[in-house]
C-alpha cells in the first residue's frame, strides 16, 4: 500500500484483521506499508480488498496492489535445511539471514497456497524477506556502531599511511614489474661502462713490427721460381718457404701458369674473401733481359685490403735473399715503424671528439634503461585510473597531498634501489672519469634529482592513457625520446665544423627547461667531458703553454675546437653540471604544482567553463517547453511536480527537509547529452532507485554526484554541501560502490577493508573488529586472505559493497551493487542495507534487478535517454503505470485421476473479465493477463473464489504488473550513444587531460 501524510497505520491494521485475523504486519517502509495475508482465509479477501477501495480516501490510501511468491525465494528455501549449521553461523550482530528462518519462526501459507519463508519476527520483512528493523529508532548494525574516528592531522596521518601500505604491497607481491626495475637500468649502466672501456683512448700510435704476426698462423702464399730455375731461384725460393714454415703456414709454389694468372685463377677458385683472409703476400722469380743481358728478377705481391701488406711483403722478400747469401738461417732484417707523434692540431680534434663522443655514449645508455625504470611507475596508476580504484580512493576521504606524497615516497624509495645498484655498478668498474674526487657523489646526486623531476612529470603524463601497456610503452618512448633525441640533436650541432654551436646552445637551455631526461643525460656526458679535457689538458702542461700562445685549445682565448674544462664539476657553464641539478630541482617542484592543480580540479573547471561557453551558443534547452518529450515519451506528471518544486523552493529550505537535492543536473559529452537537467530530491533515511537500460546516463549520474566528471551545469546537494564547491566535505560523507568493481588485485580482501578504513579515518584500535564483522557479515571469511583479483565476480561486488559501508558513511551509493551474487549472498546484502537504511542512512542504488529495487527502494525513477520519465514508491508506479492482473491457476485433478480442462474456467473468465487473454494453458497450468486496469480487485478475488469451488481450481495468485513490466514499457524507447561520441587520446589532451573524461 502506498500511504499519504494523513494516513494512520494503526486504523489500517485494525481494519486488514478485521478481515483476516492472522494477518500479520509484514513492514512499514517510508510512505509504504507491507502486510502478510495467509492463503487459508482467502475467502475474506474480497470483502477486505473492497472495504479498502471503498474507504481508501478515509484511511489516507493511495494505492494497493498484491504480490506473490518468487521461485527465487522458493530456490532459497528448498535448500534450507542442508544449510541451517552454515547459515547460522553469518548471522551476525543481529542481521538476519533469510535463509535461517525454518527453525526459529513458524510459516503460514501465503496468496498462492506455498510458503516463502518470510520471517515474522521483531523486525518485520520486506516483501521478499528482507529484514528490517523500522521501529527501532536507529539501532546501528554492528559495523557501524560506536566508530570513532580521526580528524586533523591524525586523519592526514591514518590517510598517508594507508596509501603508503597500498603502494607497498602492490610492489612486493607484483614481483615480475619489481624484478625489470631492478635489472633492466643495471644493464644498460654495465653495457655503457663496457663501451666506454672498449673506446680506443686518444693517444700516439705504437711502434709497428712489419711481419705477418698480427694476421695470425695459416696463411698461404704464393710463389714461383720461374721456367727455367737457376741456383739463385732455387736458393731464394727455398729461404723463402722455409722462413714462412716457421710461421706454420703453408707455401703454394706455382710451377704451370704464369704467376699473375694463378693468382687470379685462385682467388677465383675459392673466392675472394676466403683469398683476402688467407693471401697477404707472395713472390715471383725468373729471368729477364736487361741491356741485352739475362737477368734474375725478383718482385714481392701483396694483397692491397692491408695496409701494410707491402712493406710486409718487402721485408719477408729481402729476408729470404739475406738468409742465401749468407747461407745462414739465423740471420734477419727486422723492419720496425714508428709513427710520428701526434701534432698538436690532429691531437686536439682527437681528443674533442672521442672525449665527446665517449660521453654521449654512456649518457645514451644509461638514458635508456632509466626510460623504462621511470615509465613502470605509470603502469599501477594507469590500472588505478582505468578501474575506477583511485576515485574510489578519493571518495573515501583521501585527500591530494596524502594520495600522492605517499605515492612519491615509495616510488622514490623503490626507484633509488636500482639506482643505488647502478653507482655499485659505476665503483666496480672504477671508471676514472666517475669514480675519482668523490664524483660518484655527483652521480647519486643526478639520479637523485632526476628521480624528483621525472616522477611527477610521468604523474602527469599518465593522465592521458587508458591502459597500462599502452601508457608504458607511450611514457618509455617518450621518456627515450625527450632523453636521446634531444642529446644527439645537441651533441650533433656542437661539432664545430657545422657552426652551429649558438644553435645547440639555445635548444639547449630549452630542453633543460622541460625535460628531466634531457638534464640528467647532460649532467653524466658533462662529468665524463669535463674530466676527459682536463685531463688531456693537463697533460699537456697547459698553464706554461698559455704563457707563450694564449689561443692554444687548452687556454681562454681559444677560438677554435677548444677544451672548455671546469675545476668545480657543479659549475654553471659548460662542461659542469650544476645547471642540470638546479633545472631538475625545479621542474620536481613545477610538475608537482601542476599535477595539484589538475587534482584540485581548478584547471577542469576553468577548461569546463570555457567548453561550455563555445559549445552551448545556440543550444536547446530541454526546459523551454513544459511538454518536453523524451524519445517519444511526455514527462511525467509526478517528474514535473518534483521539478517544479525544487526549482520553486529556496535551497535552504529544500537541504533543511531533504538529505540529497538535485537541480537540473546536466553533463553533455560533446554532442551527446548524457543527463539532460534531471531535478529529484532524496529524504533521511530513505533508499533512493535510479533505474534505467545501459546508457540512460545512470553512471554518469554517478559520476557528477561522486566528484568523478564535472557537471556541465547544475548541481546537486548532500547534507546541504554541493557537489560544485564543496565536494571534498561530500566525500567525507559519502560510501561509493561503482557498476564495475575498483578493486586492486594484488591486495587482499581484509587489506582492502583496513586500507579504506583508514582512509575513513576509523582509529586503528577499531579497525580489526569492524573489518571483521564486515568480513562475517558479507560471507568474505574463506576468501578474506587471499587476493581480490582471484575472487569470482559476485565475490568482488560483496567487497566493493562493504568498502562502501565502511566507516558508517551518512550516503551509500550503490551502482548494480549484487550483479553476479547467488540469491542466498544477495539476499544477505539486501539484509544489511535495509538495517544500514534504518539506522539512520540515505541510500542511492541503481540495479538491473526489479526485485531488488522493489525490496529495498522507497522511492525511485525510471530513466530514458537521460531524463527521468517517472518518479515515486514501486507500488505507485505499478499502479500507476502498470497494465491491469496477472492471474496464474493450477487446475485441480478429478476423481478418476485426470486433469481438469481449463477451458470452463477460461471461458468463465472471458465473460466475466471482457478484457481478459489467455497468455498460456497446458496441462492444468493457465496464465491470464487481464489489462482492465479499473478492475476492481476485490472482485476479481470474489470472482476466482467462486471459480475455485466450481471449476475445481486447486491454487491461484492474483498479481499487479511487475515492476518490470512497468520499467521495459518505458525503457523501450531509449536510444544507445553513438559510437563517434567516444574521445581519444587526442581529445582528452585537448581537454586538459582530465576535464573531459
Same mark, same amino acid.
Given at each position: 500500500?502506498?500511504?499519504?501524510?494523513?494516513?494512520?497505520t494503526?486504523k489500517v491494521?485494525?481494519?486488514v484483521k478485521?478481515h483476516v485475523?492472522?494477518?500479520?504486519l509484514?513492514?512499514e517502509?517510508s510512505?509504504?506499508l507491507?502486510?502478510l495475508?495467509?492463503?487459508?482465509?482467502?475467502?475474506?479477501?474480497?470483502?477486505?480488498l473492497l472495504?479498502?477501495e471503498?474507504?481508501?480516501?478515509d484511511?489516507?490510501?493511495d494505492s494497493f496492489g498484491?504480490?506473490a511468491?518468487?521461485?527465487?525465494e522458493?530456490?532459497?528455501?528448498?535448500?534450507?535445511p542442508?544449510?541451517v549449521?552454515?547459515e &547460522?553461523e553469518?548471522?551476525?550482530?543481529?542481521?538476519?539471514?533469510?535463509n535461517?528462518?525454518?527453525?526459529h519462526h513458524?510459516?503460514k501459507?501465503?496468496?498462492?497456497g506455498?510458503s516463502?519463508g518470510k520471517?515474522?519476527n521483531g523486525y518485520g520483512t520486506?516483501s521478499n524477506?528482507?529484514?528490517?528493523n523500522?521501529?527501532?529508532g536507529g539501532?546501528?548494525?554492528a559495523f557501524n556502531?560506536n566508530?570513532?574516528?580521526?580528524t586533523g592531522?591524525d586523519?592526514?596521518? %591514518?590517510?598517508?599511511?594507508?596509501m603508503?601500505?597500498?603502494?607497498?604491497?602492490?610492489?612486493?607481491r607484483?614481483q615480475?614489474?619489481?624484478?625489470?626495475?631492478?635489472i633492466?637500468?643495471?644493464i644498460?649502466?654495465?653495457?655503457?661502462?663496457s663501451?666506454?672501456?672498449?673506446?680506443p683512448?686518444q693517444?700516439d700510435?705504437p711502434p709497428?713490427?712489419?711481419?705477418l704476426?698480427?694476421?695470425?698462423n695459416? !696463411?698461404?702464399?704464393?710463389?714461383t721460381t720461374?721456367k727455367?730455375?737457376?741456383?739463385l731461384?732455387l736458393?731464394v725460393a727455398?729461404?723463402?718457404?722455409?722462413t714462412?714454415?716457421?710461421?706454420?703456414?703453408i707455401?703454394?709454389r706455382?710451377?704451370?701458369?704464369p704467376?699473375d694468372?694463378a693468382?687470379v685463377?685462385q &682467388?677465383k677458385a675459392?673466392?675472394?674473401?676466403t683469398?683476402n683472409k688467407r693471401?697477404?703476400?707472395?713472390?715471383?722469380?725468373?729471368?729477364?733481359?736487361?741491356?741485352?743481358e739475362?737477368?734474375?728478377?725478383?718482385?714481392s705481391y701483396?694483397?692491397g685490403q692491408p695496409?701494410?701488406s707491402?712493406?710486409i711483403s718487402l721485408?719477408?722478400t729481402?729476408n729470404?735473399i739475406?738468409k742465401?747469401a749468407?747461407q745462414?738461417?739465423?740471420?734477419?732484417?727486422?723492419t720496425?715503424?714508428?709513427?710520428?707523434?701526434?701534432?698538436l &692540431?690532429?691531437n686536439?680534434?682527437?681528443?674533442f671528439f672521442s672525449?665527446?663522443?665517449?660521453g654521449?655514449?654512456v649518457?645514451f645508455?644509461?638514458?635508456f634503461?632509466?626510460?623504462f625504470l621511470?615509465?613502470s611507475?605509470?603502469?599501477?596508476?594507469?590500472k588505478e585510473?582505468?578501474?575506477g580504484a583511485?576515485?574510489l580512493?578519493?571518495?573515501?576521504?583521501?585527500?591530494t597531498?596524502?594520495?600522492?606524497?605517499?605515492?612519491? !615516497?615509495?616510488d622514490?624509495i623503490?626507484y633509488?634501489?636500482p639506482?643505488?645498484?647502478?653507482?655499485v655498478?659505476f665503483?666496480?668498474?672504477?671508471?676514472?672519469?666517475?669514480?675519482?674526487?668523490h664524483r660518484?657523489?655527483? !652521480?647519486?646526486?643526478?639520479?637523485?634529482?632526476?628521480?624528483?623531476?621525472?616522477?611527477?612529470?610521468v604523474?602527469?603524463?599518465?593522465f592521458?592513457f587508458?591502459?597500462?601497456?599502452?601508457?608504458?610503452?607511450?611514457?618509455?618512448?617518450?621518456?627515450?625520446l625527450?632523453?636521446?633525441a634531444?642529446?644527439m640533436?645537441v651533441?650533433v650541432?656542437?661539432?664545430?665544423d657545422l657552426?652551429t654551436e649558438d644553435?645547440a646552445t639555445?635548444?639547449d637551455w630549452?630542453?633543460?627547461?622541460?625535460f628531466?631526461t634531457?638534464c640528467?643525460g647532460?649532467g653524466i656526458m658533462n662529468?665524463?667531458?669535463?674530466?676527459?679535457?682536463?685531463?688531456?689538458?693537463?697533460?699537456?702542461?697547459?698553464?706554461?703553454?698559455?704563457?707563450?700562445?694564449?689561443?692554444?685549445p687548452?687556454?681562454?682565448?681559444?677560438t677554435?675546437?677548444?677544451?672548455?674544462?671546469?675545476?668545480n664539476?657543479?659549475a654553471?657553464?659548460?662542461p659542469?653540471s650544476g645547471?642540470?641539478?638546479c633545472f631538475?630541482a625545479?621542474?620536481?617542484?613545477?610538475?608537482?604544482?601542476?599535477?595539484f592543480?589538475?587534482?584540485t580540479?581548478?584547471?577542469?573547471?576553468?577548461c569546463?567553463s570555457?567548453?561550455d561557453k563555445?559549445s552551448?551558443?545556440?543550444q536547446y534547452s530541454g526546459l523551454?517547453?513544459?511538454?518536453?518529450?523524451v524519445?517519444?515519451?511526455a514527462?511525467?506528471?509526478?517528474?514535473?511536480?518534483e521539478?517544479?518544486?525544487?526549482?520553486?523552493?529556496e535551497?535552504?529550505s529544500?537541504v533543511?527537509?531533504?538529505?540529497?537535492?538535485?537541480k537540473?543536473l546536466?553533463k553533455?559529452?560533446d554532442s551527446?547529452?548524457a543527463?539532460?537537467?534531471?531535478?529529484v530530491s532524496?529524504?533521511?533515511q530513505?533508499c533512493?532507485?535510479?533505474?534505467?537500460?545501459?546508457?540512460?546516463?545512470k553512471?554518469?549520474?554517478?559520476?557528477?554526484?561522486t566528484?568523478?566528471?564535472i557537471p556541465?551545469s547544475?548541481?546537486?546537494?548532500m547534507n546541504?554541501?554541493?557537489?560544485?564547491?564543496?565536494m571534498?566535505?561530500v566525500h567525507k560523507?559519502?560510501?561509493?560502490?561503482?557498476?564495475?568493481d575498483a578493486l586492486i588485485?594484488?591486495m587482499t580482501?581484509?587489506?582492502i577493508?583496513?586500507m579504506f578504513a583508514?582512509?575513513r579515518?576509523?582509529?586503528?584500535s %577499531?579497525?580489526k573488529?569492524i573489518?571483521?564483522?564486515?568480513i562475517d557479515?558479507?560471507?568474505?571469511r574463506?576468501?578474506a586472505d587471499?587476493q581480490?583479483?582471484?575472487?569470482?565476480g559476485?565475490?568482488?561486488r560483496?567487497l566493493?559493497?562493504?568498502?562502501?559501508?565502511?566507516?558508517?558513511? %551518512?550516503?551509500i551509493f550503490?551502482?548494480?551493487?549484487?550483479t553476479g551474487?547467488d540469491p542466498?549472498?544477495?539476499?544477505q546484502?539486501w539484509?544489511?542495507l535495509s538495517q544500514v537504511?534504518a539506522s539512520g542512512?540515505t541510500?542511492?542504488l541503481?540495479s538491473?534487478?526489479m526485485?531488488?529495487?522493489?525490496?529495498?527502494c522507497t522511492?525511485?525513477?525510471?530513466?530514458?535517454?537521460?531524463?527521468?520519465?517517472?518518479c515515486?514508491s514501486?507500488q505507485? !508506479?505499478k499502479?500507476?503505470?502498470?497494465?491491469?492482473?496477472t492471474?496464474?491457476c493450477?487446475?485441480?485433478?478429478s476423481?478418476?485421476?485426470?486433469?481438469d480442462s481449463?477451458?470452463p474456467?477460461t471461458q468463465?473468465l472471458?465473460?466475466k473479465?471482457?478484457?481478459t487473454q489467455?497468455?498460456?494453458?497446458? %496441462?492444468?497450468?493457465?496464465?491470464?493477463q487481464?489489462t482492465?486496469?479499473?478492475? &476492481?480487485?476485490?472482485l476479481l478475488?470474489?470472482?476466482?473464489e467462486?471459480a475455485?469451488?466450481?471449476f475445481?481450481?486447486e491454487?491461484?495468485?492474483?498479481?499487479?504488473?511487475t515492476l518490470e513490466?512497468?520499467f521495459?514499457?518505458?525503457?523501450?524507447?531509449?536510444?544507445?550513444?553513438?559510437?563517434?561520441?567516444?574521445h581519444g587520446?587526442c581529445k582528452q589532451?585537448c581537454?586538459?587531460?582530465?576535464?573531459?573524461s
Open positions: 500500500m502506498v500511504k499519504d501524510k494523513t494516513c494512520q494503526s491494521t485494525e481494519l478485521s485475523a492472522t494477518a500479520a509484514e513492514s517502509i510512505a509504504e507491507s502486510y495475508l495467509p492463503f487459508d482465509e482467502s475467502d475474506n479477501f474480497e470483502k477486505l472495504e479498502i471503498t474507504k481508501s480516501s484511511l489516507g490510501i498484491t504480490t511468491t518468487t521461485m527465487e522458493v530456490f532459497l528455501k528448498v535448500g534450507e542442508d544449510n549449521e552454515e &547460522s553469518t548471522v551476525v550482530q543481529g542481521i538476519s539471514n533469510p535461517y528462518a525454518e527453525n513458524d510459516k501459507p501465503l496468496l498462492n506455498h516463502n520471517i515474522a520486506l524477506g528482507v529484514a528490517l523500522e521501529t527501532a539501532n546501528f548494525i556502531k566508530i570513532k574516528k580521526n592531522k586523519l592526514i596521518l %591514518q590517510q598517508f599511511y594507508g603508503f601500505m597500498k603502494k607497498v604491497i602492490h610492489t612486493l607484483n615480475l614489474v619489481t624484478g625489470v626495475q631492478l633492466v637500468p643495471v644498460f649502466t654495465i653495457m655503457a661502462l663501451i666506454e672501456l672498449t673506446i683512448k693517444t700510435e709497428l713490427t712489419l711481419n704476426q698480427p694476421f695470425g695459416g !696463411l698461404t702464399e704464393m710463389y720461374g727455367t730455375p737457376s741456383n731461384t736458393g727455398s729461404r723463402y718457404e722455409y714462412l714454415a716457421n710461421r706454420n703456414d707455401p703454394l706455382v710451377t704451370t701458369a704467376f694468372i693468382v685463377n &682467388s675459392i673466392g675472394i674473401a683469398f693471401y697477404i703476400i707472395g713472390l715471383e722469380m725468373g729471368q729477364g733481359m736487361k741491356d741485352n739475362s737477368v734474375t728478377e725478383i718482385i701483396f694483397n695496409f701494410h707491402p712493406a721485408a719477408y729481402m729470404a739475406l742465401h749468407t745462414d738461417n739465423i740471420l734477419s732484417i727486422t720496425i715503424n714508428f709513427p710520428l707523434p701526434q701534432s &692540431s690532429e686536439t680534434r682527437g681528443l672525449t665527446l663522443g665517449t654521449f655514449v649518457a645508455c644509461v638514458i634503461g632509466m626510460a621511470i615509465a611507475f605509470a603502469l599501477f596508476l594507469i585510473r582505468a578501474t583511485k576515485h580512493q578519493r571518495v573515501s576521504g583521501v585527500g597531498g596524502a594520495f600522492w606524497f605517499s605515492n612519491f !615516497l615509495w622514490m623503490n633509488l634501489i639506482v643505488l645498484l647502478i653507482i655498478v665503483a666496480a668498474f672504477n671508471t676514472d672519469a666517475f669514480v675519482e674526487d660518484l657523489g655527483i !652521480l647519486f646526486g643526478l639520479f637523485l634529482l632526476f628521480g624528483w623531476g621525472s616522477l611527477p612529470f604523474y602527469i603524463i599518465q592521458v587508458k591502459t597500462p601497456p599502452a601508457g608504458l610503452v607511450a611514457v618509455s618512448m617518450l621518456n627515450i625527450s632523453g636521446l634531444t642529446l640533436a651533441f650541432l656542437k661539432i664545430p657552426g644553435v639555445a635548444l630549452v630542453f633543460s627547461v622541460i628531466p634531457y640528467m647532460s662529468v665524463y667531458t669535463n674530466y676527459g679535457y682536463a685531463e688531456g689538458c693537463k697533460a699537456t702542461g697547459y698553464p706554461e703553454i698559455c704563457l707563450i700562445d694564449n689561443t692554444s687548452c687556454c681562454s682565448g681559444c677554435d675546437t677548444c677544451f672548455k674544462f671546469q675545476d664539476y657543479l654553471w657553464e659548460f659542469g645547471k642540470y641539478f631538475m625545479i621542474q620536481g617542484a613545477l610538475f608537482f604544482i601542476v599535477l592543480l589538475f587534482e580540479g581548478v584547471l577542469q573547471k576553468q569546463a570555457l567548453s563555445t552551448n551558443v545556440g523551454e517547453e513544459a511538454e518536453a518529450e524519445g517519444g515519451i514527462e511525467d506528471d509526478d517528474v514535473r511536480a521539478r517544479d518544486r525544487i526549482n520553486t523552493t535551497i535552504r529544500l533543511a527537509s531533504d538529505s540529497i537535492v538535485i537540473n546536466k553533455k559529452y551527446f547529452l543527463v539532460d537537467e534531471i531535478c532524496v529524504a533521511k530513505e533512493f532507485g535510479l533505474l534505467g537500460q545501459n546508457g540512460a546516463g553512471t554518469s549520474t554517478f559520476k557528477m554526484l566528484g568523478d566528471v556541465t547544475g548541481n546537486a546537494w546541504g554541501h554541493d557537489i560544485q564547491h564543496e571534498k566535505t560523507q559519502l560510501g561509493y560502490c561503482p557498476q564495475f588485485d594484488q580482501g581484509k587489506e577493508l583496513v583508514r582512509l579515518g576509523v582509529c586503528e %577499531q579497525i573488529s573489518v571483521d564483522d564486515l557479515i558479507m560471507m568474505l574463506q576468501y587471499r581480490c583479483g582471484t575472487y569470482s559476485g565475490n568482488k560483496k566493493s559493497t562493504a568498502v562502501a559501508l565502511i566507516g558508517d558513511p %551518512q550516503f550503490l551502482d548494480e551493487p549484487t551474487m542466498g549472498a544477495r539476499r546484502l539484509n544489511v537504511r542512512r541510500l542511492v541503481t538491473h534487478s526485485e531488488e529495487c522493489d525490496a529495498l522511492k525511485m525513477v525510471i530513466m530514458v535517454n537521460g531524463r527521468f520519465v517517472c515515486g514501486s505507485h !508506479l499502479s500507476r503505470f502498470g497494465q491491469g492482473y492471474l496464474i493450477n487446475m485441480g485433478t476423481e478418476n485421476g485426470t486433469q481449463s477451458i474456467l468463465f472471458c465473460d473479465f471482457p478484457s489467455v497468455f498460456d494453458a497446458h %496441462q492444468g497450468y493457465c496464465h491470464f487481464i482492465d486496469k479499473n478492475l &476492481s480487485l476485490g478475488f470474489g470472482a476466482m467462486k475455485k469451488k466450481q475445481n481450481v491454487d491461484y495468485h492474483i498479481h499487479q504488473a513490466q512497468v521495459l514499457a518505458f525503457t523501450r524507447n531509449q536510444v544507445s550513444p553513438k559510437e563517434e561520441e567516444k587520446i589532451m581537454c586538459c587531460f582530465l576535464c573531459c
